[in-house]
Nanobody
Framework: QVQLVESGGGLVQAGGSLRLSCVVS????????MGWFRQAPGKEREFVAT????????YYADSVKGRFTISRDNAKNTVYLQMNSLKPEDTAVYYC???????????????????WGQGTQVTVSS
């Protein structure tokens, strides 16, 4: 089994920054793509960012492009989401997700992912 644990969420004022982390543990995987998604109250889960195994491919939702950066440290089995210039509309539970893949694929659809973390709350006050 594969476990994903997010951390780094919290309460921040608009314009502030947070860095989320997601640590992968459990069954050893040779390679995997990672994604971040979020879900606000009363809304569907939405794509935020994704990164391929090598880190050579990364994609972002238009709503976060230029403000968020996804990165990974494969030696630490960890993926990060640096969030700058946060807005109240960024308030949501943020989830990391994993898709076993050795290719440069970085999927953007939630249904593409096989494993999910429990989520971490991010609240941005105005």
């Amino acid at each position: 089994q594969v476990q994903l644990v997010e951390s780094g969420g919290g309460l921040v004022q608009a314009g502030g920054s947070l860095r989320l982390s997601c640590v992968v543990s459990g069954r050893t995987l040779s390679a995997y793509a990672m994604g971040w998604f979020r879900q606000a109250p009363g809304k569907e889960r939405e794509f935020v960012a994704t990164i391929s195994w090598s880190g050579g491919s990364a994609y972002y939702a238009d709503s976060v492009k230029g403000r968020f950066t996804i990165s990974r440290d494969n030696a630490k089995n960890t993926v990060y989401l640096q969030m700058n210039s946060l807005k109240p509309e960024d308030t949501a539970v943020y989830y990391c997700a994993l898709k076993p893949s050795r290719t440069g694929w970085a999927p953007r659809g939630a249904t593409e992912y096989d494993y999910w973390g429990q989520g971490t709350q991010v609240t941005v006050s105005s």
